[in-house]
């Protein structure tokens, strides 16, 4: 049976501004955030020494510059021949015309648009509630996104590859592989708002390919149980 591995990561700590979605935010990692990564890269390596699988060549990462710098720090101290792919495909959610705006600007763009209903409550963190302006998605639609994403590059991995042992690195956004991971069959729906994802802490999977079907089942790695005051998104 083809296979292939997938370790997906929340990029590292950053500069985040306060009550603001993070979405489109493009700040960079903080001090911690290096580090995170550099820890990172040493789970990735034990990982890969242990199982005895390859390093796919190409390292994905969103467009973000947080993905970015996580996903380079880890190339660098894997110190292995391999690329960084960046991807929109990969991106957070987007909030679309209202990117970077606070939680109570974005209130009040909408509250003074006469075109729009009020938000209703906890919008943010509405799987389904998309902002009724350009460019902006739904959590879910983030989630289908990238898990045709991660679907589309393990089958192109399996496709093209004799061997099967082939890791695939990804660096991501939690909201975002949270709601691919429900799309995945990973999650139920009820879960998605429960769990978060740990800064810099590889997820690792096994993907499968039976029949014309992928399956996809966690290998390693532990979702962070979110307290009720981290709930929203």
């Known amino acids: 049976m083809k296979r292939c591995y997938l370790a997906f990561l929340r990029h590292a700590q950053y500069e985040q501004q306060p009550q603001t ?3 489109l935010q493009p700040y960079g990692l903080t001090e911690e955030g290096f580090a995170q990564s550099r820890k990172a890269a040493k789970a990735l390596q034990k990982l890969i020494k242990h199982q005895k699988w390859q390093l796919y060549p190409s390292i994905y990462s969103s467009n973000l510059l947080r993905s970015w710098q996580t996903a380079t720090e880890i190339k660098h101290q894997l110190k292995q021949s ?28 909408i509250d003074q648009d006469p075109r ?24 879910m639609q983030a989630g289908t996104r990238v898990s045709q994403f991660i679907q589309q590059t393990a ?14 690195v990804m660096v ?9 991971a429900y799309k995945l069959g990973l999650l139920e729906k ?15 999977f096994e993907c499968r390919l039976k029949g014309h079907q992928l399956e996809i089942d966690l290998l390693a790695g532990k979702w962070k149980v979110r307290q009720e005051e981290e709930r929203p998104d």
């Open 190 to 204: 009820a879960e998605i708002g429960r769990y978060s994802m740990h800064y810099a802490q590889p997820m690792v």
């Open 172 to 180: 991501g956004h939690g909201a975002a592989f949270r709601h691919a």
């Open 116 to 139: 729009f209903a009020p938000l209703p409550p906890h919008w943010k963190s509405n799987s389904d509630f998309c902002l009724p302006v350009d460019g902006a998605e739904s959590l």
């Open 82 to 109: 391999c690329q960084i792919e960046t991807t929109s495909a990969l991106n957070e959610r987007s909030v679309g015309a209202l990117a970077n705006l606070t939680l109570e600007q974005i209130e009040a763009v």
């Open 155 to 168: 089958l192109q991995v399996m496709a093209n590859s004799e061997s099967n042992n082939q890791l695939i």
């Open 21 to 23: 979605p993070s979405a």
